[in-house]
Nanobody
Framework: QVQLVESGGGLVQPGGSLRLSCAAS????????MGWYRQAPGKQRELVAT???????NYADSVQGRFTISRDNAKNTVYLQMNSLTPEDTAVYYC????????????WGQGTQVTVSS
């Protein structure tokens, strides 16, 4: 059984910062790509950023230069540092990880709410 547990969401003013964390636990043999997605009300879930086990990163154009994804492989944890937040960043943020346990598959966290408002 694998679990992804997110933390760090909340309410922040425009221009502010938040740091999200997502820790994977369970019978994990290996973790490949980890990432963050988000879903705003009435919209489809979209990619925010991904990071491979080797540290290669990929960002959505809308967050490039403002968000930074990183990971600690020893802790099976991925982070998302979000700076210069705008109301358009308001969404539920989901952690995703491609994990090998008894087979290789994608896992999702439960989501954490990020609200950017004055």
């Amino acid at each position: 059984q694998v679990q992804l547990v997110e933390s760090g969401g909340g309410l922040v003013q425009p221009g502010g910062s938040l740091r999200l964390s997502c820790a994977a636990s369970g019978s994990i043999f290996s973790i490949y790509t980890m990432g963050w997605y988000r879903q705003a009300p009435g919209k489809q879930r979209e990619l925010v950023a991904t990071i491979t086990s080797g540290g290669s990163t990929n960002y959505a154009d809308s967050v490039q230069g403002r968000f930074t994804i990183s990971r600690d492989n020893a802790k099976n944890t991925v982070y998302l540092q979000m700076n210069s937040l705008t109301p358009e960043d308001t969404a539920v943020y989901y952690c995703n990880a491609n994990i090998w346990t008894t087979g290789r598959r994608n896992y999702w966290g439960q989501g954490t709410q990020v609200t950017v408002s004055s």
